[in-house]
């Protein structure tokens, strides 16, 4: 064993940090035959089909992730750690950790007290000490990190995400004839879906466009549609989604919002471009950063804006084409074969 892979993201992680963190464990265990994915005690059930794993300690949680499992690693000559979720045990040399973003420090009113205590120890004790490698997912976050941690930037490697998880379903079908927007229903107001419920509330009357709320629904949402007047026959509440259902919707819809005031990458509206689904993005840096001009802008308050753009797309057939071919050239810069080439000529600079 060479590389260990800490598999605490398979209890911790959700959306595009689990997506990552999958994918490229998978990738790895493919093209490599030193991986091992390294589970918590009981954690047998939540291995990845075909991988090889061990199951490490008697702990689950913190306790395994900041001793247990460092233990565990140098009784077994001290092979690489990667750690893909974010947070790093604080008692080992030999690691790499992605930070995908510092929304902790950036909103702390969506993570737990707890939580951000945690994730403050293991970064500034664990993940960004001088000889561990510290990898994020773009620029604008490496910029954020740098600037909040007091890092030179060539402490920070960055290694875009691929986008290419999904093939078209079998038997798929196209788009609804009624005008459809997909949109994710996520927690935390820097998600910023609020917008959205404004937007639709703002649509004209007679229009025929419908929103689908898909994902781990915030709770709050539905009561707000109602409250800020959008009429029920105009909101799907779809909820959680396979991955292949999750394809079907991006399918059917005439358009995906993707409203975040914060990401550190943004995985979803390149899987939704990739399958041919216009984008409509918030405006802001790391959007400009990966979507580039394949994508329209909205200010990301501004609900007024975020509505002409849906009737816009949804309306012009012309425009709506556009969006559809700078989309698929878009993502297709985005692959997990070649965020998992870098990994490996970054491990191989490491001596892994």
Not at 37 to 44: D, I
Not at 219 to 243: C, H, I, N, T
Not at 303 to 309: P, Q, R, S, T, V
Request: proline letters at 7%; a neutral charge.
């Amino acid at each position: 064993m060479t590389i260990a892979i800490n598999g605490r993201f398979l209890l911790i992680s959700f959306g595009g940090v689990r997506r990552f963190a999958t994918e490229l464990t998978v990738r790895l265990a493919r093209e490599r035959d030193d991986v091992v994915l390294l589970l918590p005690a009981g954690g047998a059930d939540l291995k990845i089909p075909g991988l090889p794993y061990e199951v490490v300690g008697r702990f689950g949680g913190p306790v395994w992730e900041q001793f247990e499992l460092p233990s565990w690693l140098r009784r077994r000559g001290r092979p690489v750690l990667l750690n893909f979720a974010n947070i790093a045990p604080v008692f080992y040399r030999k690691q790499i950790t992605v930070l995908h973003d510092i929304a902790p420090a950036l909103r702390p009113g969506d993570f737990s007290l707890l939580f951000r205590i945690q994730w403050q120890l293991s970064t500034r004790l664990g993940a960004i000490r001088p000889g561990r490698g510290v990898v994020t997912v773009s620029e604008q976050s490496r910029d954020e990190i740098c600037t909040y941690f007091r890092l030179p930037q060539d402490r920070v490697d960055v290694i875009y995400n691929g986008a290419d998880s999904f093939a078209v379903p079998e038997g798929a079908d196209v788009a609804d004839e009624t005008p459809v927007a997909l949109v994710f229903g996520r927690h935390g107001a820097a998600k910023n879906v609020r917008r959205v419920m404004d937007a639709a509330a703002a649509l004209p009357d007679g229009s025929p466009l419908r929103v689908r709320v898909v994902g781990q629904l915030d709770p709050a949402l539905e009561p707000y549609a109602r409250d800020v007047g959008v009429p029920a026959k105009r909101l799907a509440w779809v909820g959680p989604v396979s991955d292949e259902e999750l394809a079907r919707e991006y399918l059917r819809a005439r358009v995906f919002i993707w409203p975040s005031l914060h990401e550190g990458f943004g995985i979803p509206p390149l899987e939704a471009q990739a399958l041919g689904t216009p984008v409509i993005a918030s405006d802001i840096p790391i959007n400009r950063e990966i979507l580039g001009d394949s994508a329209r802008y909205f200010a990301p308050h501004d609900a007024g804006a975020l509505a002409d753009l849906l009737r816009a797309v949804t309306d012009d057939d012309t425009l709506h084409t556009e969006l559809v071919a700078a989309g698929r050239s878009n993502a297709a810069r985005f692959t997990w074969a070649e965020t998992t080439r870098q990994w490996n000529t970054m491990l191989s600079r490491c001596g892994a």
